[in-house]
């Protein structure tokens, strides 16, 4: 059995919260590692609806599924099922599917997104990570996200 490293699922969980808040029009967040973790903070805008900051949410949870077979790391994803009831929301579980959907029909801008953060990741050892470190800027992620958009139908 070949196991998979908390760095990878941490990647792929990070990268997805920026692709799916994008998919709702949050702003791009930068990607940063801060006291031994990954994390980016998505800020929201005026109007946007609570079930979609729910589902932004839960998809670091629904991509470590879609790409590690199935399971997520509930320790990974205590923070975000916290945050989702601190807004009243209901169990991680029961947004996954919804952020599973959005996840595969952008899972090309996902891959992006994982393979330059997993690049940018590597290419830190020899640079040092100070505490909290830029992995990746909103800026990165907003140009890769603008490459994908004609890809896109209209979003209803």
Known sequence: MTSISMDARAIWHEAAHSVVALRFDFPA??????????????TGRPG???????????????????????????????????????????????????????????????????????KKWQGSIFTGRPNPFKVMSAEEIDAIHNSFLSQYAPAI
Do not use: M
């Open 29 to 42: 967040a930068d990607i940063l590692w801060e006291n031994g973790n990954f994390k980016c903070t998505h």
């Open 48 to 118: 946007i609806s609570l079930r979609h900051v729910y589902i932004v949410l839960a998809a670091g949870a629904a991509a470590e599924e879609l790409e590690f077979g199935g399971n997520y790391n509930p320790r990974g994803s205590s923070a975000d099922s916290a945050s989702i009831s601190k807004f009243g929301g209901a169990r991680i579980e029961d947004y996954l599917l919804e952020a599973t959907e959005i996840l595969a029909a952008r899972r090309q801008e996902l891959e992006s997104i994982v393979k330059e953060l997993q």
